[in-house]
C-alpha cells in the first residue's frame, strides 16, 4: 500500500537539513589570516603575491594554527626593492624569499597589548629572532619596522601591519645580544633604541661597553645599574656610543670622531686604541648594519663637553675627600659640581673658599668655578 506525504512534513524536514547544512558550512569556513586579512586588503599586494608563489599561504589558512603574521605593506616592498637596487620581481627571486617571509610569522597569537619592551621572540625562520619594541607612548616595533595598524584579527591568529620589510640578518643588536652585552643591551631596550640598531640597511659603527664598565660607571655615581638606566641622558649617552658610519679598526685615525648624540669623541692610536679615556680591547666584530668595537669604559657626552673648558691652575683639597674641600689659588665667587654624566648636582656662592660635600654620593666629579670676571674653569675631585 502506498504511503502518503504530508507535504507539512516534508517541507520542515528539508528546512531542518538545510539549516544543519549552513551550520556545518559555517564551522568549515572559519575566517584565518590570509583568506579573510591578506588576500583581501588592497595594500598587500605584494606580500599575497609572495606568499603565494613559495606556497606559503597553506599555512597561513590553516585554521588549527595559531599564528601572529608581521605584514609589510606594498609600500614596504618597494622600499626594500629601492634599497636592494632591484624592483618586486627581483624580490620574487630572491633565493632566501621562503626565509625571509617566514622570518615575518610567530608560531603564537601576540596581540599589540600582549607585547613587551625588549622582547626577543623566534619566528617561524630559526635564521634568526624578532627584536620587539614597546614604547612608553604605545608604539609597537619589530626590529626597525613600525606596526601601522594592529590586531587585524582573523580565527587563526592576529595580523600586524608593518611599514618595512623584516630581514633575518645579523645587525650590531644581535653582536651584543650573543656575546654577552647584557647590560648594554638592556639600556638599548630600556632607551627604546632597539628600531635604530636592528635596521639593516643602516651603516654604524658602536663602541660598546661591557658590563664591567657599566658597573664601574655606577659605583662612580654611587648609584645601581638601575639608577643608571633610570637617567633621564640614556639615550644621549648611549648614541656617543655610535657613529652613523662603518669604521672598521684600520681606518681609524687619530682625531675627533662625530656621533649620532651630536658631540665628538676623540679617537687617539698612540698606545693602542683609545676612544677618550676606554680602552678598545676588542675590534671589529662584524655585522651586516655596521661594526662593534668593545670598550672598556662608559663613554659620557656631558663629562666631555665640560673638559672643553679651560683647566686653571686652581686645586682643590683633599683629594679624595669626605666632607668638605677647599679651594687653593683661586678667586672664584661661585661654584656648581657636576656628576660624571654632567648633571649638576650642587652649586651657589663661595664662601671663605670652602665647600660641603658631605651630602653627595660617593664617585667622582667636577668642580667648575666662576670668578667675578666671569672666568670659567673645571677640575676634579673624588668625593668617598
Known amino acids: 500500500m502506498k504511503k502518503n506525504l504530508n507535504p507539512s512534513k516534508v517541507f520542515s524536514r528539508i528546512s531542518i537539513s538545510f539549516s544543519m547544512f549552513i551550520i556545518s558550512f559555517g564551522m568549515n569556513a572559519q575566517t584565518n589570516v590570509f583568506d579573510n586579512v591578506i588576500a583581501v586588503s588592497p595594500n598587500h599586494t605584494y606580500l599575497e603575491a609572495a606568499l603565494l608563489q613559495q606556497g606559503l599561504d597553506v599555512a597561513l589558512k590553516n585554521n588549527a594554527a595559531t599564528l601572529t603574521v608581521f605584514a609589510p605593506d606594498d609600500n614596504a616592498f618597494l622600499a626594500l626593492a629601492t634599497a636592494l637596487g632591484t624592483n618586486i620581481t627581483g624580490l620574487l627571486a630572491l633565493p632566501n624569499l621562503t626565509d625571509i ?41 619589530a626590529n626597525q619596522a613600525k606596526v601601522t595598524t594592529a590586531d587585524l584579527t582573523a580565527s587563526n591568529g592576529v595580523v600586524h601591519v608593518l611599514n618595512g620589510v623584516l630581514l633575518p640578518v645579523e645587525t650590531v643588536a644581535d653582536i651584543a645580544i650573543d656575546n654577552g652585552f647584557s647590560t648594554l643591551v638592556t639600556a638599548v631596550v630600556t632607551a627604546e633604541l632597539l628600531p635604530a640598531v636592528t635596521n639593516p640597511f643602516a651603516t654604524l659603527t658602536v663602541f660598546a661597553p661591557t658590563n664591567t664598565a657599566f658597573d664601574n660607571l655606577a659605583i662612580a655615581l654611587g648609584v645601581n645599574l638601575n639608577g643608571i638606566l633610570a637617567l633621564p641622558q640614556l639615550a644621549d649617552i648611549l648614541l656617543y656610543h655610535v657613529l652613523g658610519t662603518e669604521v672598521l679598526s684600520t681606518q681609524l685615525v687619530n682625531g675627533p670622531v662625530a656621533t ?45 663637553s665640560i673638559l672643553d673648558n679651560e683647566i686653571s691652575d686652581f686645586t682643590v683639597y683633599p683629594n679624595p675627600t669626605v666632607e668638605t674641600i677647599y679651594l687653593k689659588n683661586s678667586d672664584a665667587t661661585e661654584y ?49
Request: hydrophobic share 40%.
Open 260 to 304: 649620532l648624540n651630536g658631540q665628538n669623541v676623540t679617537i687617539d692610536l698612540t698606545a693602542g686604541v683609545k676612544v677618550n679615556t676606554s680602552n678598545v680591547t676588542l675590534a671589529d666584530l662584524i655585522a651586516t648594519n655596521g661594526v662593534v668595537h668593545v670598550i672598556d669604559a662608559v663613554l659620557l657626552p656631558s663629562l666631555a
Open 101 to 141: 617571509l617566514t622570518y615575518h610569522v610567530l608560531g603564537t597569537t601576540v596581540p599589540a597589548s600582549a607585547v613587551t619592551n625588549g622582547a626577543i621572540v623566534q619566528p617561524l625562520s630559526t635564521t634568526n629572532t624578532l627584536k620587539l619594541t614597546k614604547t612608553a607612548g604605545g608604539s609597537v616595533y
Open 336 to 384: 656648581a659640581i657636576v656628576n660624571a654624566i654632567g648633571s649638576v648636582v650642587k652649586s651657589g656662592k663661595i664662601v671663605n673658599n670652602e665647600i660641603s660635600v658631605s651630602e653627595l654620593q660617593n664617585g667622582q666629579y667636577f668642580i667648575q668655578i666662576t670668578t667675578n670676571t666671569n672666568v670659567s674653569s673645571t677640575t676634579k675631585f673624588v668625593k668617598q
